[in-house]
């Protein structure tokens, strides 16, 4: 088992990676209200879900408590088998943002593209929270001419 340093470093990494370099990521936050929601990237499905299922525990200091640990751990896991073996789908994040509720707010799971095409309800948030919430504007996907400063946008987005 790696150590909760490596686990945290994977972590601010994830935070500060860019989704044009890694594509897969969620938004999310600690269960507690005053916890800041934040982005994280990973390059595959498989780094996302060990960020879940290890990085999550380690920033929110549950990672060196067995107890909290394991049933973080067997709230997520059969989900987390599933992501694995199928991919993101709406099922398996709504799954998942509930099993995962008592540890951390999950609020957003997928790939970027998903973000900039405003395909969820969340992402469609995002886009009308970024154009200062102009009501035409939010039917329109993020154009390659926007995609700097979308970029730069949710680099601090939710915090």
Known sequence: MRTK???????NEANSSSPTDKPYGYFASG?????????????????????LMWGEPAVYDFYDDEILLRAYHDA??????KLKEFGLSEEHFLRLKSSASNHIN?????KFEEITLGESDFSREVIY?????????ISRSIGSDE??????????YGV
């Open 5 to 11: 340093e490596y686990w945290i470093g994977v972590m």
């Open 31 to 51: 269960s507690e209200q005053s916890d800041p929601s934040v982005f994280l990237w990973f390059e595959s499905i498989n780094a996302l879900i060990d960020g």
């Open 76 to 81: 997520v896991a059969p989900t987390v088998e």
């Open 106 to 110: 999950l609020q957003w799971m997928g």
């Open 129 to 137: 929270d970024f154009r200062d919430a102009d009501e035409l504007s």
């Open 147 to 156: 995609l700097d400063e979308f970029l730069e946008f949710l680099s601090t």
